[in-house]
């Protein structure tokens, strides 16, 4: 399975963007996943997660409210769409597909950068 993420780019602060995290090779229907970032300089920290269904999201405290993570098993593919993008912000974004049993992290994606500057 490779997991890809894709639509990062140079945006100004309050702009948005939509990410997305496509998967070849096998379903992803059956993982719930994550979105992680990483900083320059900074440690991986958790973004988002939302559970193989869609039916349920978590987010960490820094981008409630302007982050959602969202899915389409239909395309094999996970979303995250990011409004009021804020410098902090700036990062590279990687999903992860987690396995229900476990919770065990199976596949882990090529990141896709975001720089919010102005």
Do not use: H
């Not at 820094?62 to 239909?74: L, Y």
């Not at 990687?94 to 992290?105: H, I, L, T, V």
């Amino acid at each position: 399975v490779q997991l890809q993420a894709s639509g990062g780019g140079l945006v100004q602060p309050g702009d948005s963007l939509r990410l997305s995290c496509t998967a070849s090779g096998r379903a992803l229907s059956t993982y719930d996943m994550d979105w992680f970032r990483q900083a320059p300089g900074k440690e991986r920290e958790f973004v988002a997660s939302i559970s193989w269904s869609g039916g349920n999201t978590y987010y960490a405290d820094s981008v409630k409210g302007r982050f959602t993570t969202s899915r389409d098993n239909a395309k094999n593919t996970v979303y995250l769409q990011m409004n009021s993008l804020k410098p902090e912000d700036t990062a590279v974004y990687s999903c992860a597909a987690r396995a229900r049993s476990s919770g065990d992290y199976v596949y882990w994606g090529q990141g896709t950068l975001v720089t919010v500057s102005s």
